[in-house]
Structures are given as structure tokens and as C-alpha cells.
């Protein structure tokens, strides 16, 4: 790949811009990017190819601190950026709202995953139309703050990225993800969209939080919500991190296909058992005991994250005979038989520790599974 020179000159004012932080190896393909979000209007700050040795400058961490949005470019090469790494967790001290855009499939290292595991996340290769991943990544980016006037537009040739005559080599990694974003790309192509809406009687929201959530997923901020609103949610669907107690409403969402409830504070999940066409389910970092209401998700949940939740009884998941790769990290193992019921499941996440079992009662536990299932320890070697 050869050297590029920055497309445009970074945003310099007082209005709401959006901060990007990427890897200078992907310069190509991020300058083609955010040169459309420059020609859209939306306000942009990045480094304009400071050279790659350079120290990270009070410039950077001004423009950062005072940035509405981080937007970070995932890739092999970003993961491996000292920089890079420095800005997600500078971003994640301010408190910035984040976008994760991967430009290609990369391993995240545990540290990095743990840190960036809540945050809204894009995988360019999973649409098939590069205008939706362009939509979204529009939506995801709040333009009635970022988005200014749209910059005119420009003659063939202008406002792509520039050659420059140095070449550098590049090296694009291509690993498979670890289970959260495996799923999340398996799934990836089945974009969130919305059918038309409804005429309908308006919803009461138990949960101010769920409301709010679901407000912003659906670009109405003010007005009624009815059922059909919430029936018209198709394909994916991220809600963690929100500070939700109350999901009753969700049982109107009965064409979703990937539920993130991850790092919330719920505890009854019986609003989900008539969400049939649910393939992932994140429940990790909740409150729940009663696993009783996944029956009704027997025939369609292929992926299940249940971490660091006080599950009581193991048993209730042997019905789910179609699950493929389930996170118990954090969950005591209170069924030694389970992987007897669960014959295909590929990838099973336990804790360093065991889960709360013996050598003796976890090996039998292992044992059990089935044989081309992959054991993934959290903060340990697989087994």
C-alpha cells in the first residue's frame, strides 16, 4: 500500500466533532471513509498523518477530550498501535461516546475486549450494501450534533485520498474473533432495520431507561410508542450497558434476531420466551437466577452469554438443544451433565477458576461435552 496524503484538513471550532483514531497502515481505507462522512457534512478530527513515531502530543489528547464522539477504526494493525490502545482507554476515562468501525476481522486481546465489549460496534465486511454500513454508521454518530452543512460536491478525482510517492508495506491480519464478536459478525449482515410504522395504541414504559433506549434505536425521541413500533425492530439489536431493569415491552419485538442485554440490571426474563427467532442472546452481567423462560428460545437460540449472572440451575438450559457457543464465565457449573443435552455446541466459555467445580468434578463436567467442542478458559489456556 502506499502512503496517502490526508483527504481534507482536520475540523478546528467550537461545534461537536467527531474524534478518529486508526492505524496508519489503514490509512487507505480510513481515509476513503471518513471522506465521506466529510462530504456529508459530519465534523472531523484526525491527526493528518502525523508520523506513526510520534509520541502521543497534548494535541491529540486536547482533541480527544474535547470531541463528542470517538470514532476507532478496528484492525489488525490498530490493535497492535501503542497509540491506538492509548486512545480507547483515554476515550473510555472521558466517558466519549464510542463507535467501533472493523475494516477487518482481528483477534482482540482479552484486555482490549473486556474494554471495548459495551461499546456499539460496526463490521464493514458483514453488509452487503455499502450504503447501509454508510447509514448506519451516519445514524450511530449523531448528526443533529456532529453534522454540519454537507461539503459541496466535489469533481471526479477531488476528495478522494491522494497518492503520495512512498511506499510502505502493509500487512492485513485476518484471525477469526472470539465469541462476542464472532456472533456479532454472523450476524452482522442482518443490519438493524425498521418496517413502516403502525398506527397502534401507545406503549407505558415501566423502565425510563428501556424507553430511552428505545427511543434512540427508533429516531423518535418524542411522541407515542405503539407495538407495532417495537414489532418493527428487525435483524440486530444492542441495548447493553443502559442501566435497564424492566424489558416487559420486548416481548413486542418478535422479529429480532440478535439481542444485546449485556451490563444491565435485569433480572426477570420472562418478557424474551416469545422472541422465537432469536439465533444470539447476551444476557452477561445482569441479575438473573431463573433461566425457566429461554424454553420458549429452544428452536432458534444458537448463541447464549450468560456471565457473572447468580444462575441457580443449569438444568433449565438443557432444552436449548441448538446452541452452538455458550459463555458460563462467572456462572457456578451446577450441572455436571449438561454438555449430555447440549450436543451442538462448539465453543464454551468458562472462568480461570473453575466455576466453582473441583479438578475432579470439572474434568468429568469437560468430559461430557462434546468432542468438537472448544473449552475457552477466561483468563486461562483453553483446553
Same mark, same amino acid.
Given at each position: 500500500?502506499?502512503?496517502?496524503?490526508?483527504?481534507?484538513?482536520?475540523?478546528? %471550532?467550537?461545534?461537536?466533532?467527531?474524534?478518529?483514531?486508526?492505524?496508519?497502515?489503514?490509512?487507505?481505507?480510513?481515509?476513503?471513509?471518513?471522506?465521506?462522512? /466529510?462530504?456529508?457534512?459530519?465534523?472531523?478530527?484526525?491527526?493528518? !498523518?502525523?508520523?506513526? !513515531?510520534?509520541?502521543?502530543?497534548?494535541?491529540?489528547?486536547?482533541?480527544?477530550?474535547?470531541?463528542?464522539?470517538?470514532?476507532?477504526? *478496528?484492525?489488525?494493525?490498530?490493535?497492535?498501535?501503542?497509540?491506538?490502545?492509548?486512545?480507547?482507554?483515554?476515550?473510555?476515562?472521558?466517558?466519549?461516546?464510542?463507535?467501533?468501525?472493523?475494516?477487518? +476481522?482481528?483477534?482482540?486481546?482479552? !484486555?482490549?475486549? $473486556?474494554?471495548?465489549?459495551? *461499546?456499539?460496534?460496526?463490521?464493514?465486511?458483514?453488509?452487503?450494501?455499502?450504503?447501509?454500513?454508510? +447509514?448506519? $454508521?451516519?445514524?450511530? #454518530?449523531? &448528526?443533529?450534533?456532529?453534522?454540519?452543512?454537507?461539503?459541496?460536491?466535489?469533481?471526479?478525482?477531488?476528495?478522494?485520498?491522494?497518492?503520495?510517492?512512498?511506499?510502505?508495506?502493509?500487512?492485513?491480519?485476518?484471525?477469526?474473533?472470539?465469541?462476542?464478536?464472532?456472533?456479532?459478525?454472523?450476524?452482522? %449482515?442482518?443490519?438493524?432495520?425498521?418496517?413502516?410504522?403502525?398506527?397502534?395504541?401507545?406503549?407505558?414504559?415501566?423502565?425510563?431507561?428501556?424507553?430511552?433506549?428505545?427511543?434512540?434505536?427508533?429516531?423518535? &425521541?418524542?411522541?407515542?410508542?405503539?407495538?407495532?413500533?417495537?414489532?418493527?425492530?428487525?435483524?440486530?439489536?444492542?441495548?447493553? %450497558?443502559?442501566?435497564?431493569?424492566?424489558?416487559? #415491552?420486548?416481548?413486542?419485538?418478535?422479529?429480532?434476531? @440478535?439481542?444485546?442485554?449485556?451490563?444491565?440490571?435485569?433480572?426477570?426474563?420472562?418478557?424474551?420466551?416469545? @422472541? /422465537?427467532?432469536?439465533?444470539?442472546?447476551?444476557?452477561?452481567?445482569?441479575? *438473573?437466577?431463573?433461566?425457566?423462560?429461554?424454553?420458549?428460545?429452544?428452536?432458534?437460540?444458537?448463541?447464549?452469554?450468560?456471565?457473572?449472572?447468580?444462575?441457580?440451575?443449569?438444568?433449565?438450559?438443557?432444552?436449548?438443544?441448538?446452541?452452538?457457543?455458550?459463555?458460563?464465565?462467572?456462572?457456578?457449573?451446577?450441572?455436571?451433565?449438561? !454438555?449430555?443435552? @447440549?450436543?451442538?455446541?462448539?465453543?464454551?466459555?468458562?472462568?480461570?477458576?473453575?466455576?466453582?467445580?473441583?479438578?475432579?468434578? @470439572?474434568?468429568?463436567?469437560?468430559?461430557?461435552?462434546?468432542?468438537?467442542? +472448544?473449552?475457552?478458559?477466561?483468563?486461562?489456556?483453553?483446553?
Amino acid at each position: 500500500m502506499e502512503s496517502l496524503i490526508p483527504p481534507f484538513a482536520a475540523y478546528k %471550532g467550537d461545534d461537536p466533532y467527531i474524534f478518529v483514531s486508526y492505524a496508519h497502515k489503514n490509512s487507505e481505507v480510513v481515509f476513503a471513509h471518513i471522506t465521506r462522512l /466529510h462530504e456529508e457534512g459530519f465534523r472531523i478530527w484526525y491527526d493528518e !498523518g502525523i508520523d506513526p !513515531g510520534t509520541d502521543w502530543s497534548d494535541e491529540i489528547a486536547s482533541a480527544l477530550a474535547n470531541a463528542e464522539i470517538f470514532l476507532v477504526f *478496528i484492525s489488525a494493525a490498530a490493535i497492535a498501535s501503542h497509540n491506538v490502545r492509548k486512545e480507547i482507554v483515554f476515550a473510555i476515562d472521558q466517558r466519549k461516546t464510542m463507535l467501533c468501525v472493523h475494516v477487518e +476481522e482481528a483477534e482482540l486481546p482479552l !484486555g482490549l475486549k $473486556m474494554q471495548l465489549g459495551n *461499546i456499539q460496534a460496526l463490521l464493514e465486511n458483514r453488509f452487503h450494501e455499502k450504503e447501509k454500513f454508510y +447509514e448506519r $454508521m451516519f445514524s450511530a #454518530l449523531l &448528526p443533529e450534533r456532529t453534522r454540519g452543512i454537507p461539503a459541496a460536491k466535489a469533481a471526479p478525482g477531488v476528495g478522494t485520498p491522494r497518492r503520495a510517492p512512498v511506499a510502505v508495506s502493509s500487512r492485513r491480519g485476518v484471525r477469526n474473533v472470539l465469541l462476542g464478536l464472532v456472533l456479532l459478525a454472523l450476524l452482522g %449482515g442482518a443490519a438493524f432495520f425498521l418496517l413502516p410504522r403502525l398506527t397502534g395504541q401507545g406503549l407505558e414504559f415501566v423502565d425510563p431507561q428501556l424507553e430511552s433506549a428505545l427511543r434512540q434505536e427508533l429516531s423518535r &425521541p418524542h411522541g407515542r410508542l405503539a407495538a407495532e413500533d417495537l414489532a418493527g425492530l428487525h435483524g440486530k439489536l444492542s441495548l447493553a %450497558g443502559r442501566g435497564i431493569t424492566d424489558i416487559g #415491552l420486548l416481548a413486542h419485538a418478535r422479529g429480532l434476531n @440478535l439481542l444485546d442485554l449485556e451490563n444491565n440490571r435485569i433480572a426477570d426474563i420472562r418478557p424474551l420466551a416469545s @422472541l /422465537h427467532g432469536l439465533l444470539f442472546l447476551g444476557l452477561g452481567h445482569n441479575r *438473573i437466577e431463573d433461566l425457566a423462560p429461554l424454553y420458549g428460545l429452544k428452536n432458534s437460540l444458537t448463541g447464549l452469554s450468560l456471565a457473572g449472572n447468580p444462575v441457580k440451575d443449569l438444568k433449565q438450559l438443557r432444552p436449548l438443544r441448538q446452541l452452538e457457543v455458550l459463555d458460563l464465565s462467572g456462572v457456578p457449573i451446577t450441572d455436571l451433565e449438561l !454438555g449430555k443435552y @447440549l450436543r451442538k455446541l462448539r465453543t464454551l466459555i468458562l472462568d480461570s477458576s473453575g466455576n466453582g467445580l473441583d479438578e475432579e468434578s @470439572l474434568r468429568r463436567f469437560v468430559t461430557d461435552l462434546p468432542p468438537n467442542c +472448544e473449552v475457552k478458559r477466561e483468563g486461562g489456556p483453553a483446553q
